[in-house]
């Protein structure tokens, strides 16, 4: 279980990265704060994959 939920989490951060998209999907995703122009998406995956290893 813990396996699944680790792929869907990834999965789900590859998309709002980039590395992945949707079928028929047009534009990429932008993950930002209000008021804060920093993209906060880009590198999501890598760092949640990172996180899971250390566990």
Known sequence: ??????????NLFALLDG??????QDGD?????ENVKEQLNGDL???FLEIEEDL
């Open 19 to 24: 590395v992945s998209c949707l079928e028929d």
């Open 45 to 47: 995956q890598d760092i």
């Open 29 to 33: 995703f932008r993950l930002t704060i």
């Open 1 to 10: 279980m813990r396996q699944v939920s680790v792929d869907t989490i990834s």
